[in-house]
């Protein structure tokens, strides 16, 4: 079983649409969740972190964490054409490496 | 708002050959990673380099790979005699503190896309 599974999409949504991207993990000492953005050409961007279970709201975005099942989501209200990005998850057990999911293509159609 | 920047944007080699990947992190960071993302797979810890030492490494970094900080600014990944399979883009990051440490995130550059040939 790998590490952390993130479906590749693509995903492809209307403006105005909820967009719901998840990953699941089988390190049951992932203590410490992320979500970055990654535009093409560039640089992996951090959008929400989170630590332990629970939600986290940040404006548009919602992070959240069910380490019961070993399952974290992130909801992007409204989405807008600007938010057409790869979208990766990362975890970490509280070390210096940071354990990444293969990234979800998605596209905002205006 | 402070970045990391990577040079060059595009290295070609020829195989076997010694490749040096830069880097300037962000100047108050004291904390430095390199990542790798074959294409079409998911981004890889390679190594984080804290006080001048490696902190931590994964099983890909192995005896062709070095890291250096050979000033106060430069970072830099060393791969001695390069294969085709490292083909990849490389991320050069920076934090405050260890990743886990809520508001020090990791800042990634935007990376260097190396082509062994």
Not at chain 1, 42 to 58: A, F, I, Q, R, V
Not at chain 1, 62 to 72: E, H
Not at chain 1, 77 to 105: I, N
Not at chain 2, 61 to 78: A, C, H, M, Y
């Amino acid at each position: 079983q790998k590490e952390v599974e993130q479906d590749p999409g693509p995903l492809s949504v209307p403006e105005g649409a909820i967009v719901s991207l998840n990953c699941t993990y089988s390190n049951s000492a992932f203590q410490y969740f992320m979500w970055y953005r990654q535009y093409s050409r560039k640089g992996p961007e951090l959008l929400m972190y989170t630590y332990s279970s629970g939600n986290k709201e940040d404006g548009r975005f919602t992070a959240q964490v069910d380490k019961s099942s070993k399952y974290i989501s992130l909801f992007i209200r409204d989405s807008q054409p600007s938010d057409s990005a790869t979208y990766l998850c990362a975890m970490s057990a509280g070390g210096y490496k940071l354990s990444f999911g293969a990234g979800t293509t998605v596209t905002v159609r205006a | 708002e402070p970045e990391v920047t990577q040079t060059p944007s595009h290295q070609v080699t020829q195989m076997g050959q010694e490749v040096i990947l830069r880097c300037v992190p962000i100047s108050n960071h004291l904390y430095f990673y390199w990542y790798r993302q074959i294409l079409g797979q998911k981004v890889e810890f390679l190594v984080s380099f804290y006080n001048n030492e490696i902190s931590e490494k994964s099983e890909i970094f192995d005896d062709q790979f070095s890291v250096e900080r050979p000033d106060g600014s430069n970072f830099t990944l060393k791969i001695r005699s390069t294969k085709l399979e490292d083909s990849a883009m490389y991320f050069c990051a920076s934090s405050e503190a260890v990743p886990s440490t809520y508001n020090s995130p990791l800042h990634f550059g935007n990376g260097t896309r190396l082509t062994v040939t």
